[in-house]
């Protein structure tokens, strides 16, 4: 099946600098992939569906200038945390939809990013 | 607005033993996907069964196997044979216009051995 390659798996930042957040997908070529963000046992929360060579739909209050995502390849999708803050600090999950051919068969995820700022 | 709804925060049980784990949903949809994905604690998200809803027939993947009422808009998680590996927070998950995911709120699964 389709594999999304997620990096890095934890980050530790000052707060007020940036932290990018980089997604793969592997031997497919995705172009949409979604960002979701996860409190500790709580609940994934969709960000953002990022669409190749195009801006990004947000979701209602997720602030566009906060987290910034760029899909500028069919394999490639960031998210950018800017001037970070420690209410920032989660757990940033990429995901993708997995075809095999016509066919589909789910969403396929990234390993997660925990994101602390401190 | 669809919603996803798990009523269970958390569930117990024995080792070998069968449980079953609770989803509705709201939807005014007559097409959709429904999904469990299971949490394990390294917190990689894995796709454990899918339903379409066109289908009538309940989806099974070898100890997994769904309960799909569409008209209850019920859609339940049987594991068989409970093992130690199954472990894990299990999230229900409905697709609906535009591919989103909206997911449950999440049930904890603890198997004992």
């Known amino acids: 099946g389709a594999v999304v390659s997620q990096h890095p798996s934890w980050v530790i930042c000052k707060s007020g600098t940036s932290v990018k957040i980089e997604c793969r997908s592997l031997?497919?070529?995705?172009?949409?992939m979604f960002w979701y963000r996860q409190f500790p046992k709580q609940s994934l929360m969709l960000m953002a569906t990022s669409n190749e060579g195009s801006k990004a739909t947000y979701e209602q209050g997720v602030e566009k200038d906060k987290f910034l995502i760029n899909h500028a390849s069919l394999t490639l999708s960031t998210l950018t945390v800017t001037s970070a803050h420690p209410e920032d600090s989660s757990f940033y999950i990429c995901?993708?939809?997995?075809?095999?051919?016509?066919?589909?068969?789910?969403?396929?995820f990234g390993s997660g990013t925990r994101l602390t700022v401190v | 607005a669809q919603t996803v709804t798990q009523s269970q925060p958390e569930m117990s049980v024995q080792e070998a033993e069968t449980v079953t784990l609770s989803c509705t949903y709201d939807?005014?949809?007559?097409?959709?996907?429904l999904f469990w994905y299971k949490q394990p604690p390294s917190r990689q998200m894995i796709l454990v069964i899918r339903?379409?809803?066109?289908?009538?027939q309940n989806a099974t993947e070898n100890r997994f196997s769904v309960n799909f009422q569409k008209a209850a808009k019920s859609f339940s998680l049987k594991i068989s044979d409970s093992q130690l590996g199954d472990a894990a927070m299990y999230f229900c998950?409905?697709?609906?216009?535009?591919?989103?995911?909206?997911f449950g709120a999440g049930t904890i699964l603890r198997v004992k051995s």
């Open positions: 031997d497919f070529q995705a172009t949409t």
């Open positions: 339903q379409e809803a066109y289908k009538q």
């Open positions: 995901s993708a939809r997995d075809y095999r051919g016509e066919v589909f068969f789910g969403y396929t």
């Open positions: 998950a409905y697709r609906y216009y535009g591919n989103k995911l909206v």
């Open positions: 939807t005014s949809e007559s097409d959709y996907y």
